[in-house]
């Protein structure tokens, strides 16, 4: 039981390249989310999804695409990386009746130059 | 939105004595979940301690305690007897349990520096 893992780790991009984050887990869970963080700001929420060929925009959606073809993997897309989405990226997961907390992935730091 | 303030961006303890982390939420929901998640350097995040709304009792894991306030919208996290295995940002959530998705509102983070 691998839990939340996020591929890649570390990623660097030139400004306008694109990239595709895969977040997978093996729990089974219904709702997915995708997050950045950065310094001051905490968690933000980017998109979410609450099953299988659903999402739906959080707070700061703009700049990403998601999908969700597979209850278990949820992808964040950006199609023309900018310096303001330098960041650390993390995916988490939950059942859909539990009252529990999220359980995280490690997190992606990417840095667009 | 709801959001989730915590005031304190620093803070340090001693090792071995009590700190406690503030965190104040807006909400105009009357159920709702709270958490204290852990980050370490690791970057990966981890649960302290969670609150139902609507358990008057305050939860309690360990050395940690959270000191519950519905009305005053206060969820404050004490850690008691600190190692220097605490060390790390602490960050304080509200679930909505309304909105679409059940999301969670996360505030800006404490960093808890444990002196040896």
Known sequence: NAGVTQTPKFRVLKTGQSMTLLCAQDMN????YWYRQ???MGLRLIHYSVGEGTT?????????NVSRLKKQNFLLGLESAAPSQ???????????????????????????? | ???????????????????????????SESDYYLF?????????????????????QNATENRFSVNFQKAAKSFSLKISDSQLGDAAM???????????????????????????
Not at chain 1, 29 to 32: A, D, F, I, K, V
Not at chain 2, 91 to 113: E, H, I, K, M, P
């Open chain 1, 29 to 32: 869970h219904e709702y997915m």
């Open chain 1, 38 to 40: 950065d310094p001051g």
């Open chain 1, 56 to 64: 739906a925009k959080g707070e700061v959606p703009d700049g990403y």
């Open chain 1, 86 to 113: 330098t960041s650390v990226y993390f995916c988490a997961s939950r059942r859909q009746i539990s009252s529990y907390e999220q359980y995280f992935g490690p997190g992606t730091r990417l840095t667009v130059t």
């Open chain 2, 1 to 27: 939105a709801q959001t989730v303030t915590q005031s304190q961006p620093e803070m340090s303890v001693q090792e071995a004595e009590t700190v406690t982390l503030s965190c104040t939420y807006d909400t």
């Open chain 2, 36 to 56: 204290w998640y852990k980050q370490p350097p690791s970057r990966q995040m981890i649960l302290v301690i969670r609150q139902e709304a609507y358990k008057q």
């Open chain 2, 90 to 116: 602490y960050f304080c959530a509200y679930r909505s349990l309304r909105s679409t998705g059940n999301q969670f509102y996360f505030g800006t983070g404490t960093s808890l520096t444990v002196i040896p």
